[in-house]
């Protein structure tokens, strides 16, 4: 997505943090979302973070929002094996779940 | 819990053919989103209707056209179909006015 940009490729050890970012252009966004994707699935949406938040966490996921940068990362504790996917970064042009842009994904790999 | 549910899951369709792909909400969500992706891309935003009324247009091919019906299911049809057509199309749901996006597992299509 040309308005929300990630790096493409992350690789951890298990067991390690992973931290994914991004960073968004409109400022005007109200939501910013993370979902996963494995292999020939759909996108399971993770979290989401309100834009007047700084920070959510939920068990081993941890959102942090810089607004004043457009920069937002999820950080993923104790990395498994199974958190192999696609991760994408989004905005929601509206003030709900309108129209979502998505970035180009984050392909997050672990090492043994 | 009751997820978004696509059909058919895979296509396969000749050049110039048409196609019509089925999104069945999550029950009590009234609005739907069509997302198309691409081998190696990120989801493209199409279409989304609220309430039966289309509520917002992205880049959606003037071949295609799209509608929800009364029961809140909603119909992706696509005619003269192109090779560059083959693509992922996912359809997710929401409640209006709520910050969560729901995608189905997709319908993979294929054209030759």
């Known amino acids: 997505g040309e308005d929300v940009e990630q790096s493409l490729f992350l690789s951890v050890r298990e067991g390690d943090s992973s931290v994914i970012n991004c960073t968004y252009t409109d400022s005007s966004s109200t939501y910013l979302y993370w979902y996963k994707q494995e292999p020939g699935a759909g996108l399971q949406l993770l979290t989401y973070i309100f834009s007047n938040m700084d920070m959510k966490q939920d068990q081993r996921l941890t959102v942090l929002l810089n607004k004043k940068d457009k920069h937002l990362s999820l950080r993923i504790a104790d990395t498994q094996t199974g958190d192999s996917a696609i991760y994408f970064c989004a905005e929601s042009m509206g003030s ?10 984050t392909r997050l790999s672990i090492r043994p | 819990a009751a997820g978004v549910i696509q ?5 396969i369709k000749e050049k110039r ?23 190696g891309q990120d ?6 209707f609220y309430e039966k009324m289309q509520s917002d247009k992205g ?10 019906f009364s029961d809140y299911h909603s119909e ?7 090779l560059g057509d083959s693509a992922l199309y996912f ?3 929401s409640l209006e006015g709520g910050p969560e996006a729901f995608f189905g597992q997709g319908t993979r299509l294929t054209v030759v």
């Not at chain 1, 709900?96 to 994904?105: H, Q, R």
């Not at chain 2, 059909?7 to 296509?11: I, Q, T």
């Not at chain 2, 989801?43 to 989304?48: D, E, H, K, R, T």
């Not at chain 2, 992706?76 to 192109?82: I, T």
Request: net charge positive.
């Open chain 2, 59 to 68: 880049s959606i091919p003037d071949r295609f056209s799209a509608q929800q």
């Open chain 1, 96 to 105: 709900s779940a309108s129209k979502i842009i998505f970035g180009s994904g």
């Open chain 2, 7 to 11: 059909s058919p899951r895979h296509l």
């Open chain 2, 43 to 48: 989801p493209q935003f199409l279409i989304s």
């Open chain 2, 91 to 93: 359809c997710a749901s």
């Open chain 2, 76 to 82: 992706l049809n696509m005619s003269s179909l192109e």
């Open chain 2, 17 to 39: 053919e048409t196609a019509t792909l089925k999104c069945y909400p999550i029950p009590r969500h009234d609005t739907v989103y069509w997302y198309q992706q691409g081998p």
